[in-house]
């Protein structure tokens, strides 16, 4: 089974310009936390979480109109093709440490994304049995990794930067 028969089609994307204020707007009106930056031809260039907006916004202290979504996104997009296998994917989730990946056509471009949900739904389905290589045990083993990944990015000893 490929990624394009299990990812989720429908990804709320945001522009390389966007700033943090317009990058809220789409989580809200998408009601997401996890938003792929994408440059003009469709391709990923950053991904940005609502918490990566949170530590931003704190440590800048500035408005959230006034910082570029790109200074706060992870730039290492962690990516898929959309005819990959699912247990490629799953197997690149979790050695990612990451919840969700982007995934894209032949070109580079974003055409969905691939979550923990979709392989939990996909097991589901399944019920106990392995579909293709991949089993219940799996979607908890990309959870257990993905809960690794929780690295702060500022010091956590509650002192915010000084504005310059």
Known sequence: MNVNQVMTRQVATAPLSANLREVVGVMMANGCGWVPIVDAEG???????????????????????????????????????????VQSAEAL???????????????????????????AQLAVRAGNRDVEGLSSEDVLNVVAEASQNRRPRVPAVGHRPSAS
């Open 93 to 119: 989730m979790r050695t990612a440490h990451v919840r969700r990946i982007g995934v894209v056509d032949l070109r580079g471009r974003l055409v969905g994304m691939l979550s923990v949900d979709d392989l």
């Open 43 to 85: 391709r990923p260039a950053g991904v940005i979480t609502d918490r990566d907006v949170a530590i931003e916004a704190w440590r800048s202290n500035r408005r959230l109109g006034e910082l570029l979504a790109m200074d706060a996104a992870r730039r290492e997009v962690v990516v898929c093709r959309d005819t990959s296998p």
